[in-house]
């Protein structure tokens, strides 16, 4: 194993240690006392787009040898993102992919990922309840979206004991 390698699954290890541990319901659900079946279908996270205007985008390739884990959902810049299901908001922050994100907690157990928001709706907080259509932020082009028309990456992670894996969102969203 090369050191890049090693160094990278390190940091992966103490990433999930951290969130398992940080996280009171993460705790539940890897125990299996949260544990719901898998959600089949989501709302929209883009106020006002339908599925039929929508693309589906994952898996495209990015630069660095990465896939696009996530679908983006172009639209005018300060155009309301919602959450697409019930949960708990995990994040509220910035990195350098993303830009301006939120991370929501839902059932299944999953993650959702809002990503390159031009900012967030007022108030919104780490461990606040949301429901489908709780405003998040607006479409924007942050992180690494800054030469690109405004909009939002969503992605969804399967939440897992030792591993997390990343779910095309489209058939979630009927996106074709």
Do not use: C
């Not at 810049?77 to 994040?91: C, F, K, L, Q, Y």
């Not at 607006?138 to 997390?164: C, D, E, I, M, Q």
Request: glycine letters at 14%.
């Amino acid at each position: 194993m090369t050191r890049r390698a090693w160094l990278g699954s390190l940091i992966g290890l103490v990433s999930l240690l951290i969130f398992v541990f940080t996280v009171p319901r993460v705790r539940l659900l890897t125990h299996g006392a949260r544990y719901t079946k898998p959600v089949k279908k989501l709302s929209m996270p883009v106020v006002g787009m339908t599925a039929r205007q929508a693309r589906d985008t994952w898996h495209t390739s990015r630069p660095g040898r990465r896939q696009h884990e996530g679908i983006d959902l172009f639209a005018t810049r300060g155009t309301p993102v919602v959450s697409a299901t019930g949960g708990e908001v995990w994040r509220v922050g910035t990195d350098s992919l993303g830009g301006r994100v939120v991370s929501v907690l839902g059932d299944g157990p999953a993650l959702y990922y809002y990503a390159h928001l031009d900012d967030w709706a007022p108030g919104l907080k780490v461990g606040q309840r949301v429901q489908p259509g709780t405003v998040l932020g607006v479409v924007g082009n942050t992180g690494n979206a800054r030469t690109t028309p405004p909009h939002l990456h969503f992605g969804v992670y399967r939440v897992g004991w030792l591993k997390s894996s990343a779910v095309n969102p489209a058939p979630l969203l009927g996106v074709r």
